[in-house]
């Protein structure tokens, strides 16, 4: 159960072409845009699309098999945790985010 308590899946599309950075000690790191949509009927019976952009990240492995296999607009299922960080920006000022570190994917595209 304990692998229940910050679990997130996801399914959308990539925004972008996957972002890959080779760090000291030739650790990977991918980060990703994801894009889900849902869908729904408002009071006059029109359908609205909504939108939400996920920041997506993968390390070692996984950001390999995503530097190899992904590209813009592939349609994927992801699977991991939610974290919270935080970082100064280029200007001093504190930022903080939210990302999805994947551990699992599945590619939903058909060839």
Same mark, same amino acid.
Do not use: C
């Given at each position: ?36 949509? *849902?869908? %729904?009927?408002?009071?006059?019976? $029109?359908?609205?699309? @909504?939108?939400?952009?996920? &920041?997506?990240?993968?390390? !070692? =492995?996984?950001?390999?098999?995503? *530097?190899? %296999?992904?590209?813009?607009?592939? $349609?994927?299922?992801? @699977?991991?945790?939610?974290? &919270?960080?935080?970082?100064? !920006? =280029? ?12 551990? $699992? ?7």
């Amino acid at each position: 159960m304990n692998s229940l308590k910050n679990k997130v899946q996801l399914i959308g599309n990539l925004g972008n072409a996957p972002e890959i950075k080779t760090l000291d000690g030739g650790k990977k790191l991918a980060r990703l845009s994801l894009a889900t949509n *849902e869908s %729904y009927k408002n009071a006059k019976g $029109e359908k609205i699309t @909504e939108t939400q952009w996920h &920041n997506v990240i993968a390390w !070692d =492995k996984t950001a390999e098999i995503i *530097e190899k %296999y992904f590209t813009k607009g592939l $349609e994927v299922m992801v @699977e991991g945790k939610l974290i &919270n960080r935080n970082y100064t !920006d =280029k200007d001093g000022i504190k930022r903080y985010t939210t990302e999805v570190q994947a551990n $699992e994917f599945l590619i939903l595209t058909k060839k």
